[in-house]
């Protein structure tokens, strides 16, 4: 139900944590004033391909794809370089500064908006104008800039959409029909209610997780969490404050794990002890589940995520950004494309737990088969596929809410949550708070 559940189990996670507000004061002569490449028609040169800890599981399919393309076209030459997940911002940072950014390079949403909001990538919609309805309508939009216009500055590569995750056995000993999932976050919030009441205990309904949980669930409620011109955060509402009072009662009648209000990186554990009822909304943590608590896995129902009242859902993507100054912008952009093209995004999907961002892709029968609707592995492939291709999706955490906004917001809830404050003060406070964050970066 969080968006930051799929971040945690897809191939590639990144955590920007304070780094993009301290990475952003060392990026001050990054000013991306050098004008965008043109193209020349000429699909040639040496260009550099940069991904992030894929080898060495997938590196196979990676210069699968290489080898391919370079047949096609024989005039280019592609040198892959993989690197580990630590430090990964910091050294797009460092290479950025010193003119050294590859050619076509992996992003996520972090590091895609410190390269981004900086002017260092290339206006792919510019680039190809007729290419957008080869994606997901929502992994498209993901990759815009506030106050850019129409420009998308990454070619979307994999995604992981939300999805729902519960015990059955669990949920029906709470007197819940496992056929009839929550669907809006007022609604989990009842379940979890029944779910602590009936358990005596022994096991809880979800983690807290806050960090996790916003600004995702106020979105789902029909919070605004910005004025229209992107400027200020105006979540200071009556909704987010019923949020945070729910959360402060649920937590004190047991309907989450304790710890969970701080971290929650055990839930893979605790549900697969059986003390957990809803787990992560993950595709790649059913896989998890199968492989590492088989008896729970079996009591495993997977539904649509909880999409609330306009009806979106939370995606993870990471994308291909395009150096806007590369000498060799043809060969780029063609290979940024070849990428993610339908079959190279199919062919990756089979070898990870994740979904193509193409379009056509979606439609491959790989995704359609629901198996005989029991097994969750399978069951969770589809439901994944079938929102990615017809919800509403909720494509983008603002690029304002940073991860320094998401911290300090955070911070109040917990204590209102815990009973250390109200949570109208709470939420006053975090807003505040936040647009001090905004104003300062607007000042640099």
């Not at 595709?283 to 995520?305: E, H, L, S, W």
């Amino acid at each position: 139900m969080t968006r930051s559940n799929p971040a945690r189990t897809a191939v590639a996670t990144l955590v920007a944590g304070a780094l993009l507000s301290t990475a952003a004061c060392g990026m001050g002569g990054m000013s991306g004033k050098a004008g965008q490449a043109a193209r020349t028609g000429r699909v040639e040169g040496r260009i550099t391909f940069r991904t992030l800890q894929l080898k060495p599981v997938f590196t196979a399919y990676v210069q699968g794809v290489i080898d391919s393309f370079e047949r096609e076209h024989p005039k280019v030459e592609v040198t892959w370089e993989d690197v580990p997940g630590g430090g990964y911002n910091e050294k797009l940072v460092a290479d950025a500064q010193a003119g050294a950014l590859p050619d076509v390079v992996n992003l996520s949403t972090d590091s895609f908006q410190l390269l981004g909001d900086r002017g260092m990538l290339a206006d792919v919609a510019e680039l190809d104008a007729a290419v957008a309805h080869e994606y997901v309508p929502g992994a498209w939009e993901q990759f815009k800039l506030p106050g850019k216009g129409e420009g998308v500055y990454a070619y979307p590569w994999y995604v992981t959409p939300e999805i729902l995750t519960y015990n059955r056995e669990l949920f029906a000993k709470a007197g819940l029909d496992p056929a009839e999932p929550p669907t809006s976050v007022e609604q989990f919030f009842d379940y979890a209610e029944r779910i602590a009441a009936s358990s005596g205990g022994r096991y809880c309904a979800f983690m807290a997780d806050p960090k996790g949980r916003l600004p995702g669930d106020w979105q789902k409620m029909g919070v605004p969490l910005l004025d229209a011109k992107g400027e200020r955060f105006t979540f200071d509402t009556d909704t987010a404050v019923a949020w945070v009072q729910r959360m402060k009662d649920l937590y004190a009648k047991g309907a989450m794990p304790k710890e969970s209000l701080l971290a929650s990186d055990d839930i893979n554990q605790l549900y697969g002890a059986g003390k957990l009822v809803f787990g992560p909304g993950s595709p790649g943590f059913v896989k998890d589940i199968r492989q590492n608590a088989p008896q729970v896995y079996a009591n495993t129902q997977v539904a649509g995520a909880v999409t609330g009242k306009l009806g979106h859902i939370g995606i993870y993507a990471q994308s291909l950004g395009i150096r806007k100054d590369t000498e060799h912008l043809d060969a780029a952009a063609e290979f940024a494309k070849w990428v993610t093209n339908g079959p190279n995004q199919v062919a990756f999907s089979k070898k990870a737990t994740i979904y193509p961002s193409n379009a056509r892709g979606l439609t491959d029968p790989y995704f359609a088969d629901r198996g005989d609707g029991r097994d969750a592995e399978t069951l969770a492939r589809a439901v994944g596929a079938e929102q990615l291709k017809t919800a509403e999706l909720d494509a983008n955490t603002p690029v304002q809410w940073t991860s320094q906004v998401g911290d300090a917001v955070v911070r109040e809830v917990q204590r209102a949550i815990k009973g250390e404050q109200d949570p109208r003060t709470a939420v006053r406070k975090a807003q505040e708070e936040a647009n001090e964050i905004l104003a300062h970066a607007a000042r640099r």
